[in-house]
Structures are given as C-alpha cells and as structure tokens.
C-alpha cells in the first residue's frame, strides 16, 4: 500500500470512521462507515494527488454528516 494512501486512511480514521480497503480490479476501493465508498487511484498522475484525494473525501463526508442530520431531525 502507498504511504500516501496510508496517510488518507488514518486521517479518516483519526475523525472516527471505520474504514475498509476493498481491491477491486486494478484500483483500491475505499469503504466508509459501510456507506461511503471511493474509488481511489492506484497510480496517482500528479504531486497533487493525495490534496485531491482528501478534498473529495471531506466533500463527500461532509455530504454524509449532513444527510444523516437531516434523518435524526425528521
């Protein structure tokens, strides 16, 4: 596993989700919570792959938190 993929995983991690790393095929799948998944790239192109990887991340966790706020208060 790359560092850097070891990086976003235990950043998410440190928020309080659990996360699974799924392989599918030729790139690793990123499972959150049971809910949230994320493909991820398996050969980043770029130097800026790992600040886009994670802005993506907090984008859809974001997402999720609000969605589920919206539940617990119907």
């Known amino acids: ?7 976003v995983i235990q950043m998410i ?3 309080g989700y659990v996360v699974d790393l799924l392989r599918h ?3 690793p799948v990123l499972l959150i919570d049971g809910k949230i ?5 398996s050969s980043p192109s770029d130097f800026r792959s790992k ?6 991340i907090k ?5 999720y938190e609000k969605k589920k706020e919206r ?4």
């Open 25 to 27: 095929r030729k790139h």
């Open 37 to 41: 998944t994320m493909t991820i790239p």
């Open 1 to 7: 596993m790359r560092k850097s993929l070891r990086d």
């Open 13 to 15: 991690e440190s928020e």
């Open 51 to 56: 600040r886009n990887t994670l802005s993506e």
């Open 59 to 63: 984008r859809r966790l974001y997402r």
């Open 71 to 74: 539940k617990s208060n119907d």
